[in-house]
């Protein structure tokens, strides 16, 4: 039996298909046989993203367990100096967000909330600042608003607390 040109062509889209589902078969079968165990450990599974600060407030100083930043008229400055650019340092902080800890999930974290790192954020036309306690656990930070709000925020903590300049 010999095959036109158009059946040759039909012989290589049926093998292309055939190649395809032979490729996908074992991917297929492992995410519909696949039963999901539930898991042990707390986990972040809210994917509601809220900011540290309001969107309408802009820092003036910030005050970190180790070194204080302040705005002037000349711009950032910081003491003691720190290695990295304030203002960058400062747009990171001003712009930081993090996954909304719910009520439960806090409580399973509770037991590893142990040494709490302190920091004030003191706002243009605000008399008062905003509190925020910061708490380092293994893969995350956990930090309170002031607001009564737990953000997880997964950031190095050079992103959070800037080495400090050899200098001084």
């Given amino acids: ?18 190649f395809i589902a ?7 079968l492992r995410t519909r046989l696949a039963t999901t165990a539930p898991s042990t450990a707390p986990s972040i599974v809210s994917s509601t993203v809220i900011p540290l600060f309001a969107s309408n407030r802009i820092l003036q100083q910030l005050i970190l367990p180790q070194v204080t930043l302040q705005h002037s008229e000349a711009g950032w400055q910081s003491q003691p100096s720190i290695v990295v650019d304030i203002a960058t340092f400062i747009g990171h902080w001003q712009t930081l967000k ?3 800890v719910t009520a439960k999930q806090l409580l399973a974290f509770k037991k590893q909330l142990l040494i709490p790192y ?3 954020a ?4 605000y008399s008062q600042p905003q509190r925020i306690s910061a708490y380092q656990l293994a893969h995350f930070w956990l930090l309170n608003n002031g607001a009564g709000q737990w953000l997880a925020v997964t950031v190095d903590s050079d992103f959070l607390f800037p080495p400090l300049s050899s200098k001084r």
């Fill in 1 to 18: 039996m010999r095959l036109t040109r158009r059946g040759w062509n039909n012989v290589i889209i049926i093998g292309v298909l055939a």
């Fill in 122 to 125: 003191w706002f243009v036309g």
């Fill in 98 to 100: 993090g996954t909304k």
């Fill in 118 to 120: 302190t920091i004030e």
């Fill in 22 to 28: 032979v490729i996908q078969l074992p991917e297929l």
